[in-house]
């Protein structure tokens, strides 16, 4: 029905009086003319087919600590908050001189629990990663990964009790930008006594927010991690993202973003996920782990999903609209189109005069969201702005974007190296072999 709405002219009319005086070779008694290619397949349970995926859980209120701020918070392109809430988690402990901190930003699906922990048994979205002896050893690192301001797993976002109305924000809530969500992130550091982060590290939209607070803030992080992320959103992305939001925002059950005492646009959320994760992987992958292979070889064909690979996109959507708020996907993804690094600047080179520290960049080689060129081009415009300890790592792995919550071998090993060595030049590139 929805998609009858809004494509109603390619929708074929079946139930009109057939023309007995049509030419044909066939007897009209001997046609099936009964169309079938609408009929159901639910019969198919969705699966998300053998292969690794990353895990997002939804989370209770006592999962997480909430930080708290009561004073009003002003965004970049107008508006402001009269408070806000951050949901936080932690692992390791912050020593003495709290000068262990790792600040772990998140993409945008995920939410804070990247590790298991005390109040969560439930692996988090990077369990492999984190903890004594791996790539971020909580026997010498404080790891803190914060849900975003803006999304809608305990921060403040659109779908948060606005404390005037005593509603949901809705759209009523502000633009945002990668630099209030940094910002707000700060807050929190001011909050546990933080002066100085011995990383920010950060893939995707998190890489975004990690480049940042190394130039927002140059004296309160010592190194900076980036993966699979850009300086600036190009044309491609950004397109990609259009057309999530525009999937959700022609869903007539989103109202114009007032849509909390409803289901909410469950099928333009749906949509939009499913666009995001054919960005999310790599064709490669998707040939060795899918290839043409039917769901199954006994009922007849309809334009319903025939292939595994479809009935994949259609497990991913399912499964995301269980979790995530329709409006803090717009909002979020909005912010990732409007970040550009070089805003306000002569060029690229010159803004990042002040990201002065270690820098580790790394991308992967089958990165359609977020082209491994991108990545490239960040390690040079931080090189040739003066900065001399700038290392690259490139990978060919088979898991596209993903790569960064999947490839432990790759991302594990460079993390862990960069993160407890002191630098002292710069980086050479290198590239793994496809995992």
Sequence with gaps: MFIKRIF????????TVRDSSRSTNVPLEDLDLEFKGLESVVKNPLTKTNGPDPIYLK????????????????FKLGGALPELRLAYETWGNLNKEKDNAILLFTGLSANSHAKQNVNNLNPGWWEDFIGEKMAIDTEKFFVICVNHL?????STGPSSISPVTK???GTNFPLLTVHDMVRAQFLLLDYLGIEKLHASVGSSLGGMCSLLSG????????????ISTCARAEPSSIAMRYLQRKAIMLDPQWNKGFYYDSPGPVNGLRLAREIATVTYRSGPEWKQRFGRKKINSIDPVTLNPSFEIENYLNYQGEAF????????LLYLSKAMDLFDL???????????????????????????????????DLSKWIKQSGNSQVSYFEMDSLYGHDTFLLNLNDVGTALKGFLETKMAK??????????
């Design 150 to 154: 803006g999304s809608c797993f305990g």
């Design 167 to 169: 509603e949901p924000y």
């Design 215 to 226: 130039l927002k803030y140059p004296s309160r992080v010592s190194k900076v991690i980036a």
């Design 342 to 376: 070089s805003e306000g600047c002569e060029n690229m080179v010159d803004a990042f005069q002040h990201l002065t520290c270690p820098v580790l960049i790394m991308g992967s080689q089958t990165d359609i969201l977020f082209p491994v060129e991108q990545q490239r």
């Design 426 to 435: 710069s980086g050479e590139i290198s590239k793994s072999k496809r995992k």
């Design 321 to 328: 609209i269980t979790k995530y708020d329709p409006n803090s």
């Design 8 to 15: 109603p002219r390619f929708i074929p009319q079946f139930n």
């Design 59 to 74: 989370l209770r209120d006592d999962m997480y600590n909430i930080f708290y701020h009561d004073k009003k918070f002003n």
